[in-house]
């Protein structure tokens, strides 16, 4: 349990390190990172945000997304430049791998203003003012500013009076076009975002089965014991041997001083034992997932498997010799020899022991999990996330132990005493750590809501052992949880 809390403190200070603000980050070059080949026209730079919309809408929200789609084919992408120290929102920019990246919060402090394409569209009674440098064909928020109403038509203009001939002007030659220039307002006077327009999802709550069904491997030897055995079988040849049946003791009539036994020997008449296996509840594992930065995240599982049940029936009778006494011997008076034979008599008090004994085994485990996930997107709503960690592996075991010993007549099923024995006990293993990989395919439903399907592989060293000593021959039973695993979980996501 100690190591638990000191999972749970490490990843609070991890968590909390994850929400550290930015500082502006100042740009002075362009066209080491591009995310596209030059722009050379206003065509090429609307292509360039349509291939990256998808990027778009993770930087903003899919309001804004769908506004983009919609409104940019009838976008008017204009020639102008941002001046030197102008602020952008944010830049989406080139990698080395070929994907786009992004950051947020840049002023420009280059040695001369960027020439590219400017385009607006508006969204929630704002514009959004766009800008792709010819450059780099990278992608900036230039400036968000208020939308305003156009003014009322003017009143209908008075009769027209006759026109006066004037005369025509001296035509000047055209001016070349010149850029425009796009200035972004101060910062005071960008309104900030609503929070609630902007998700970014930092917790993840979850719970599922995962299988195998029959997740213990549970292997045993010398299970199944019927054996039976006649007294007849234990004794010497005797010449006679007188009983009662309403008795236990008895006298035997022996040709020699042999005797096999002592007051208090045994022999084994009867052992039978069996075992049979069960399962009950369900295969369960809950945890939670917490965002470190970027699509790194760090989670904490608890799982617990379904219960497994033995049950070891055995009996055992023997024939207990209590008193073994030797009155001596004597000569034969019946025959007519000059030697007669010589017996030697022996008095024997036997009981019948009989012994039940129903033990049964409750086994389950639990474990706590700590890895480390890497979420890859693929498309705005299924993603890959391959995971490393370790886990913490504990066996829980019950132990219900009852025995029934009898004491019987020698020779007829009469019972003279009783005795009944009960003991419950609970052991819990020391815990065992291993680590533990897999890889989860999450599916986003809604804007809360997801489903994930994980395998995942953790080996834990060592089986555990059940000795079972009883009246009968020894019995060892081994298990342990079987290595592959996969899990159905449901995710509410914050």
């Known amino acids: 349990m100690k190591r638990f809390f000191i999972l749970v403190l490490f990843v609070c200070l991890v968590f909390s390190s994850a929400f550290a603000a930015e500082d502006t980050v100042k740009l002075r070059t362009l066209g ?61 920019f080139g990698s080395k791998n070929g994907t786009a990246r992004s950051v947020r919060n840049i002023e420009w402090a280059g040695q001369e203003p960027i020439q590219g394409f400017g385009f607006e569209i508006i969204h929630n009674k704002m514009i959004y003012s766009f800008f792709v440098p010819r450059t780099c064909g990278n992608i900036c928020l230039s400036q968000i500013r208020k939308a305003y109403s156009p003014p009322p038509p003017p009143a209908p203009p008075a009769q027209p009076k006759p026109p006066v001939e004037q005369p025509k002007p001296i035509e000047q030659p055209e001016e070349p076009e010149k850029p425009k220039v796009i200035i972004p307002p101060a910062v005071v006077e960008l309104p900030q975002p609503v929070p609630t327009k902007k998700h970014r999802p ?72 069996s075992m049979t296996t069960s399962w009950s509840g369900i295969n369960f594992n809950v945890g939670l997932e917490i965002r470190l930065r970027g699509n790194f995240w760090l989670g904490m599982a608890y799982w617990q498997s379904r219960t497994l049940h033995v049950s070891v029936s055995g009996y055992t009778e023997d024939m207990l010799f209590k008193e073994v006494k030797y009155l001596g011997y004597y000569y034969s008076a019946g025959e007519q ?44 709503r299924f993603s890959l996330a391959p995971s490393f960690g370790i886990a913490d592996q ?42 533990t990989a897999g890889l989860t395919a999450e599916l986003k439903l809604l804007k809360f809501v997801s489903i994930a399907v994980e395998g995942s592989y953790l080996k834990f060293p060592q089986e555990k052992l059940i000795h079972e000593s009883t009246v009968l021959p020894e019995m060892n039973f081994l298990y342990q949880n079987k290595p592959w695993r996969a899990s159905a979980t449901f995710k509410i996501i914050f």
């Open 337 to 380: 020899i000059s030697c007669p034979p010589k017996y030697h008599k022996y008095c024997l008090d036997l009981n019948r022991i009989a012994n039940e004994r129903q033990t049964d085994y409750s086994i389950m485990s639990r474990e706590i999990h700590l890895v480390l996930r890497y979420y890859l997107n693929i498309g705005s």
């Open 32 to 92: 080491q990172s591009p995310l596209t080949s030059p722009i050379l026209d206003a065509d090429a730079a609307k292509q360039v945000v349509k291939n990256h919309a998808e990027e778009i809408r993770k930087l903003e929200n899919e309001d804004l997304f769908f506004d983009l789609v919609e409104q940019l084919d009838r976008a008017k992408f204009e020639k102008g430049f941002i001046p030197i120290g102008a602020t952008m929102r944010w830049m989406l």
């Open 394 to 435: 504990q066996f829980v075991k019950k132990t219900n132990d009852k025995t029934l010993t009898t004491v019987l007549y020698p020779w007829k099923d009469k019972v003279i005493s009783q005795t009944e024995l009960m003991e419950y006990k609970t052991e819990n293993d020391n815990y065992q750590l291993t680590w």
């Open 202 to 273: 930092n917790i993840k709550v979850y719970a599922g089965p995962w299988v195998p069904w029959e997740p213990i491997n549970f292997s045993f030897a010398n299970q199944h014991i019927d054996a039976y055995h006649n007294l007849q079988e234990y004794l010497p040849k005797y010449e006679s041997w007188l009983v009662d049946e309403n008795k236990t003791t008895s006298t035997m009539y022996l040709k020699e001083k042999n005797f096999p036994y002592q007051s208090g020997d045994s022999v084994i008449l009867r052992q039978q034992r």
